[in-house]
C-alpha cells in the first residue's frame, strides 16, 4: 500500500471515530476478485461497488443496471456490495485501500472525506435533493421543523445535517437521543420523533398502525446530493474507460428504474428480505421527486443525475461553518466531475 493511501486511512480513522455510527465492513454478495485485471468468463470486465446500506429503493438504478442488462451491454460486470451499520464510512475506508472502485454515499460524505486526505470524487447524483427527513407523530401537531419541542429526538448527532438542525432550530426541550434505525420506539412513544428517509421509515411506521408525518430537513437550507457514485482520483486516472462506462450504464439504470421500477424490486426484494414489495414500490414512488432537478439545474429530468458547481461550494461552506472541515481544505471543484455524463 502507497504511503499517501496509508496516510489516507489514518486520516480517516478519524472521521470514522466521530461519526456516531458503528463501523463494519461491508457484506460481499458474489464473487469478485477486487481491482479489474482483465476480462471474466463471460468476457466482461468484472468491478466492485459497494452500497451504503443494505439495498433499498435509493440504491435502484445501480441495482437496474445490473440485473437489467446495462452494466452488462457496456462490457462491465458489476460485484455490488451491500451495506449496513457503518457503510457510509466503511465504502470510503475500503475506496483508499483500493479494495473496491467504486461506491454509493452522500454528497457531503465526500466533502469530509476529502477534508481527511481521501481524494474520492462524485460521479453523478441521482438524488438531485436529499430524502433526509425528521418524522413525527401527525397527532403532536408540528409543522415544520422549527416547531420541535418536547420530544426526544432519534438522531444521528454528529452527521452534517444534525449539526445544521442544532444550528438553525431552536429545539425547545427536545431531548436528542441515540438513533437505532428502527421504528418500534416511534411507534410506543407519542412524545418522540426521530431521522428518516422519506421513502423508507414513513412507510414501515404507517404499515406498523403509526401516524407519521415528514418535515424534509431540506427545507432549512440543508440539501446535499444523494446516492452519490463515487470513485476515486487514482481509479479516474489509471481506468478512465472502466470509469465512463460504468457512469453510462449507471445513468441508463436509473432512467429505467424510474420509469419501470417493478423488475429491480423484485430483485432488491431478493438482496434485502426486510423489504416487502410494497414497502419497495412505495420507496420508488416517494423517492422519483427527490431525482429531479430544481428548474434550471443540471440534473434535468429524472434520472439525468447531473451536478452543478454552486450546489457542492455551498454545501462546502456548510460544513466549513459547522466546524467539521478547516476553510479551505476542501475545493468544491475537486469534490465532483461531470465529464463522464452525457459522453457518447
Request: charge should be negative; proline fraction near 5%.
Amino acid at each position: 500500500m502507497s504511503g499517501r493511501a496509508l496516510l489516507c486511512l489514518s486520516l480517516l480513522a478519524v472521521v470514522v471515530g466521530c461519526g456516531g455510527e458503528a463501523g463494519q465492513s461491508a457484506a460481499s454478495v458474489g464473487g469478485g476478485s477486487g481491482a479489474p485485471g482483465g476480462a471474466d468468463k463471460s468476457g466482461l470486465l468484472p468491478f466492485r461497488l459497494a452500497l451504503n446500506w443494505y439495498p433499498e429503493v435509493e440504491h435502484g438504478g445501480f441495482i437496474a443496471a445490473d440485473v437489467q442488462g446495462k452494466f452488462a451491454a457496456e462490457g462491465v460486470s458489476a460485484e455490488i456490495i451491500p451495506g449496513g451499520p457503518g457503510a457510509p464510512q466503511a465504502v470510503i475506508a475500503e475506496l483508499a485501500a483500493g479494495r473496491i472502485q467504486f461506491a454509493v454515499s452522500d454528497a457531503d460524505n465526500v466533502v469530509l472525506a476529502r477534508a481527511a486526505g481521501v481524494p474520492v470524487v462524485a460521479l453523478l447524483a441521482p438524488l438531485q435533493s436529499s430524502p433526509r427527513c425528521i418524522m413525527v407523530h401527525r397527532a403532536a401537531g408540528f409543522k415544520t421543523l422549527a416547531d420541535l419541542r418536547d420530544i426526544e429526538l432519534a438522531i444521528s448527532d454528529a452527521r452534517p445535517f444534525a449539526l445544521w438542525m442544532k444550528k438553525q432550530l431552536p429545539l425547545t426541550n427536545v431531548r436528542l437521543i441515540p438513533f437505532s434505525g428502527m421504528v418500534g420506539e416511534f411507534l410506543q412513544k407519542p412524545a418522540f420523533a426521530q431521522q428518516a428517509f422519506v421513502f423508507s421509515e414513513p412507510f414501515v411506521a404507517k404499515e406498523r398502525g403509526g401516524d407519521p408525518e415528514v418535515l424534509m430537513v431540506s427545507e432549512i437550507g440543508f440539501d446535499p446530493y444523494a446516492s452519490v457514485l463515487i470513485t476515486t482520483e487514482d481509479v479516474i486516472a489509471e481506468n478512465s474507460e472502466l470509469v465512463q462506462k460504468v457512469v453510462r450504464a449507471s445513468v441508463a439504470g436509473w432512467r429505467e428504474y424510474l420509469q419501470a421500477p417493478a423488475v429491480t424490486n423484485e430483485a432488491i426484494g431478493k438482496l434485502n428480505s426486510e423489504m416487502s414489495a410494497a414497502a419497495l414500490e412505495f420507496g420508488a414512488a416517494a423517492m422519483t421527486p427527490l431525482c429531479r432537478a430544481a428548474g434550471g439545474e443540471a440534473g434535468g429530468e429524472a434520472g439525468g443525475c447531473g451536478m452543478e458547481l454552486g450546489r457542492w461550494e455551498k454545501l462546502v461552506e456548510q460544513i466549513e461553518e459547522l466546524g467539521q472541515i478547516e476553510k479551505g481544505s476542501v475545493r468544491a471543484s475537486e469534490c465532483f466531475t461531470v465529464k463522464f455524463l452525457g459522453a457518447g
